[in-house]
């Protein structure tokens, strides 16, 4: 098999590429009108102002919001962090009874850490199981918010790992019909998948700029102002975005973030068709080069670009990884020093920990071609067969499927 001349990338859950157009619409803002959009003094500030204001309306856009619900923020994590504890500590400053915030186990650290945090300020963290696909049981969110009430429900539209497409619309009427906040980290979703924040009832809901083809360091929080909802700033300052999170406000980056919201609205799904179409070419070039290779979690509802995929033989997915240095893809696991762990989010699937080794995550993008998926199947199967050679196991399916 012939090397690329340049490495193939496949972790576009991990960031992906700034889109060229993306690029280009920030280029002004550093290089011609570096001002500070909160300098309305004089013409270069209000000019910074406006491209700001003319983003937030483009990021409204993409998830069905008004502009003035967008905030700006330094990324998902950070909104994510606001949305909860920021929730969780206005309402306990009210004096509400409601203590109760719960969310999933295969959420993104950002939010399991930050309900963690919640429960050493006096409320009660639940963390709900999900299914062996990887989706949340309906009746079991039913039942947990009919024992007593509860004060937030956040749940991933995307799953960062395996993929999986959780129903924000049925996650929303339960939340709503017992009087409970609705948050979504819908930072692998949004771009990717459609997202209408009217139809599935958030009431928060968390954007990050890297996740579709825009700059990294930029994110925004969605807050809902029909009912209005609350929140405590994590920080003090000078009172920007509403005096929820205060800063100067980056123009190059948040102009990138509207930019490639744009783009997101006016191609979703032209993107979504071809992504798709090059994972199901690469999953089949893969499957015959690696017999028994299997995909975890549920096979449909998923975003198009992703695959978890197990392989057989008793060989490691940092075993793979070694063999084929041209691929940039990543294990789905958690590095903690020298030591690799299985993901929480395998765990909580139920997965064998020798499947959950056995695990890499593929993210097919924007700027995936064909070639490149044939290369990296192609690689793939060769770094199989080398490790099934060096260990002399036999191919051996990876463990239980879903």
Known sequence: MTRPNRPIYLDNHATTPLDPRVLAAMRPWWEQNFANPGSVEHA???????????????????????ASEILFTSGATESNNLAVKGAARFAAAQGTDRRRVVTLATEHKCVLESVKDLGAEGFEPVVLPVRPDGLLDLDLLEATLAERPTLLVSAMAVNNEIGVIQDLEAIGEIAKRHGTLFHTDAAQGCGRIPLDVGAIRADLASISGHKLYGPKGIGALYVRRRPRVRLKPLFSGGGQERGLRS????????????EACRIALQEMPLDAGRIAGQRDRFLAALAAEVPGVEVNAHRERRVPGNLSLAFPGGVTAQQLMDAAPELCLSTGSACSSAEVEPSHVLKALGLPEARARATLRIGIGRFTSPAEVDLAAAALGAAWRGAIAATGAAAEPAGAAE
Do not use: N, Y
């Open 44 to 66: 270069m500030g209000r000019a910074a102002e406006e491209a700001v204001e003319q983003a937030r309306g483009q990021v409204a856009a993409l998830i069905g919001a008004e």
């Open 247 to 258: 800063g100067t406000l980056p123009a190059p980056l948040i102009v990138g973030l509207g």
